[in-house]
């Protein structure tokens, strides 16, 4: 489950994937798959990854693998 993949040019793994979304470190991670949709900036491809913060929290994050953007399900 350790599979990389490629984000603005760099190899990524699930765990650094989902502390580009956060801008932050995070505890937990399930592996990344390619999320069913294009990024509203670029239209490039997304990568989903689930992942907790915190010990009391679980999100999942989007992030384009071509630009900045990125989100989560919090709001
Ligand atoms: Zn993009």
Avoid at 8 to 18: D, E, I, P, S
């Amino acid at each position: 489950m350790s599979e990389n993949r490629v984000v603005q040019g760099r190899m990524v793994t699930a765990q650094k994937l989902a502390e580009l979304i956060e801008d932050d470190s995070v505890m937990e991670t399930d592996s990344m798959t390619d999320a069913d949709r294009d990024c509203p900036d670029c239209g490039g491809d997304v990568l989903e990854v689930t992942y907790m913060p915190s010990i009391t929290e679980l999100v999942t994050g989007w992030k384009c693998q071509e630009c900045d953007w990125g989100e989560t399900d919090r709001d």
